[in-house]
């Protein structure tokens, strides 16, 4: 062996363990995708595909023939639309187009849509949980999100929780982290040589600040509801500024502190409003034609009246936090997919949260010593701690914050949560599990010879193994709960394909209408025109003409009879138990005043054999 193969086997042994190194880390977080895509692409057709998850594609299809789509108030950039609904942007849609022109429309892109983006979710949780909290974390927390049948199944359908903010949320975090070590280290520098560091520190933290503002204002436009994580954000950061060591006040006061951030946040601020510039052009638009700019008068009009669509009262708090408790414990145990065959729940998920508060929160104040100063070598637990304390301070807030609401009080608002929960429980297991091993490592080390003990290759393997069983039993009982949660959806929806609105049948429907060439059929309900117009690439476009009263008014009337000109029309309506706004009575009237006969042609059946959607004809 010559001088130089005696120089590289080091080396290339140094190379293979630091290779090694980085995939044992790395595994948990590819199985977390993988676990996540198991669950989430088996029967992606499964529940059927809803009329919601339709909303913002529809507009897309008109986009991506060249035609001019419906613009909600007319408010749009050329033929191109903005907002969804007063709260709610077109992003979605424009998220999905390369999905739709990958796949073609339909159910499939829809759902991988939002797929992909709670993907990069993980992605973002994997590293700002290793960033806070370190890799044991990191990995806990991953895999506790990946089997979390909300994450799951929400993200199937994301447009119900426009699943992409969680992007936008841990995103905007990470990056506002970021900007805020890196003026504690320009705060802390000394020298000429620290001075020109700081100045580059400086002209990358604009940068950063500017991004994590854009995720802030796209968060806005999908949702308005992404204005409780901009809450949540001022509450992480008065946190974090309540809990600074007094070495760190020494060096700056919190007055000197929150000056130095400004620049950064007035970056921030111009980011939000490059992101939001949809939202703002959408209201600026209104108020110039309509007097009215219409997102922010219906978050006013919300604050002192009942919602107009649900008719919630936002000043009745008791009454409201009391559902948004529940609808946040509906959340965390996964309980709200009635629509898949049966409720199922994970029983232990709220008290695994609970616990994990509790221990984590003592274990969090042993750490950091009270949140106290500690030598330099220990300040990293000190921090560890203000962030445990953080993350619970925000999932307290979104709690109180699902009292308020632009709609309605739904579980599907406090998506905006995740991965906090799992971030808690993570924390709790690997603080429980490191305090057992420092017990164990000490009890070796006043054995044997010397005092040194058994601290060989054995005693590293059964301190690691008494580890792992402690997490286990933590962990196993939520996360094996969630993975059989999971299961018994996709065994239920392999029986049943979903239940009503949300079943298989609407696929037969629109097998049918396209394969007879029924190009307009008319909808006399609401839940059947989008989603018949993306499964069928539009060639199948519904007209509706239910109109949204609660009973049947003159309008209806005269649409009806406009359509009954053509006695070659169809009409769709959903079966009495699943109707929305039945229609059938009425119109059966109209058409027998008229001298037509209404005859039933052809019905879509759920597979437990109830009738869904019925095609009728006017003889």
Not at 142 to 151: D, E, I
Not at 401 to 427: K, N
């Amino acid at each position: 062996m010559n001088l130089a193969q005696t120089q590289s086997a080091p080396a290339q042994a140094d190379r293979r363990a630091l290779t090694a190194t980085l995939v044992v880390r790395y595994i948990p977080l590819v199985a977390a995708i993988v676990i996540f895509l198991a669950f989430s692409l088996h029967q992606l057709h499964l529940p059927g595909f809803y009329y919601d998850e339709a909303l913002d594609l529809a507009p897309m299809l008109d986009v991506m023939h060249g035609r001019q789509p419906e613009l909600l108030r007319g408010i749009g950039v050329g033929r191109f639309p903005v907002m969804l609904l007063d709260y709610m942007g077109s992003l979605g849609g424009y998220l999905t187009l390369p999905f739709m022109w990958l796949f073609g429309p339909g159910y499939v892109a829809a759902r991988a849509q939002p797929i992909f983006f709670s993907c990069i979710t993980i992605v973002l949780t994997w590293l700002l949980a290793r960033r806070w909290f370190g890799y044991g974390v990191a990995s806990v927390a991953v895999l506790l999100l990946a089997v979390n049948p909300s994450f799951i199944w929400f993200s199937r359908q994301g447009i119900s929780v426009t699943s992409v903010m969680t992007v936008f949320s841990i995103g905007s975090l990470l990056l506002l982290d970021e900007v805020i070590r890196r003026e504690s280290r320009e705060s802390r520098g000394e020298g000429q040589e620290s001075r020109t560091k700081n100045q580059d520190l400086a002209l990358g933290s604009w940068r950063l600040a500017l991004s994590a503002g854009v995720l802030i204002g796209l968060g806005l436009w999908a949702k308005l509801l992404f204005l409780r994580w901009v809450i949540v954000l001022i509450v992480i950061g008065v946190v974090f500024l309540v809990t600074r060591s007094r070495e760190a006040r020494r060096i700056q006061t919190q007055r000197e502190h929150l000056a130095a951030l400004v620049p950064a946040m007035l970056w921030v601020f111009i980011g939000t409003l490059i992101g939001a510039l949809p939202l703002i052009y959408y209201n600026l638009a209104g108020l110039i034609r309509d007097g009215q700019a219409w997102t922010v008068v219906l978050l006013l009009n919300s604050l002192t009246r009942p919602t107009q669509q649900f008719g919630v009262n936002n000043l009745d708090f008791f009454h409201n936090i009391q559902k948004a408790v529940d609808d946040a414990r509906v959340f965390v145990d996964g309980s709200y997919f009635w629509y898949n065959g049966v409720p199922f729940s994970n029983v232990y998920a709220v008290p695994a949260l609970i616990l994990g508060a509790v221990i984590g929160g003592v274990l969090a104040v042993v750490r950091g010593r009270g949140l106290g100063d500690l030598p330099l070598a220990q300040q990293g637990k000190r921090d560890e701690a203000r962030w445990f304390f953080a993350i619970l301070a925000g999932i307290a807030t979104l709690v109180v914050l699902g009292a308020f609401t632009v709609s309605g009080l739904w579980s599907t608002h406090q998506f905006i949560m995740l991965p906090l929960p799992q971030l808690v429980v993570a924390c709790a297991a690997v603080w429980l599990a490191e305090v057992v091993m420092g017990f164990v490592t000490r009890g070796r080390g006043n054995k044997g010879t010397g005092g040194q003990g058994d601290k060989g290759i054995g005693g590293n393997t059964s301190v690691a193994l008494a580890s792992l069983l402690l997490v286990s039993l933590f962990l196993a009982l939520p996360f094996s709960r969630d993975v059989w949660v999971n299961e018994q959806h996709h065994a239920t929806l392999a029986r049943t394909g979903g239940s009503g609105r949300f079943s298989d049948a609407i696929y037969k429907l629109a097998d049918w209408l396209d394969a007879n060439g029924i190009h307009q059929p008319v909808a006399l309900d609401w839940g059947i025109e989008k989603n018949l117009r993306v499964l069928t690439a539009d060639r199948v476009r519904p007209v509706e003409i239910f109109g949204f009263s609660e009973q049947a008014d003159e309008g209806f009337r005269r649409r009806a009879i406009e359509m009954l000109q053509d006695p070659n029309r169809r009409y769709i309506v959903l079966w009495e138990r699943f109707a929305v706004y039945n229609r059938r009575q009425d119109f059966t009237e109209i058409a027998n005043r008229m001298g037509r006969q209404v005859v039933e042609t052809f019905i879509a059946h759920e597979k437990s054999g109830l009738p869904v959607y019925v095609v009728l004809e006017a003889r």
